[in-house]
């Protein structure tokens, strides 16, 4: 959930906290951040269980469930996960393509970090609800940036 609470703590202005050597209110969720956080997390949690879904196959954890999810993990289970509530996961019509498109390194097979940017990508291009929440994040983050 590092993930969540990094985005989220992006929104508010960076301040540097009196009496603190190196603190700065981006090591803290501020009171207008913790909104964002709660549902940063639930999406995040969403997310991961869309993925544990696919990784290994299987109910449980066991040997096969090794935090990322191969090609032939990726055709037997992604239609478990269209009903997940994520765009990017509904109605796949070139399930391959979309593995390739989620490998952003090309390591030939996909990593929590690179399904979550994907995911989350879907859904700001979407404009879906969510969506709408992580841009706030992208766009502050960017600002923060001076991008």
Known sequence: YIRAFNKARDV???????????????????????????????????????????????????????????????LSGYKKVERHGFVALESISNPKSVFESMDSDKGGMILLGEWCRYLEDAEVRSMTPLGEKFAIGIKSREAKRGK
């Open 12 to 74: 508010a202005p960076d301040e540097s906290i009196s009496g603190a050597i190196s603190a700065s209110t981006d090591d803290f969720i501020s009171k207008r951040e913790f909104r964002l956080l709660i549902v940063y997390i639930c999406a995040y949690a969403k997310m991961l269980d869309a993925f544990a879904m696919i990784d290994g196959g299987g109910s449980g954890v066991d040997a096969n469930d090794d935090r990322r999810i191969e090609l032939h993990e990726w």
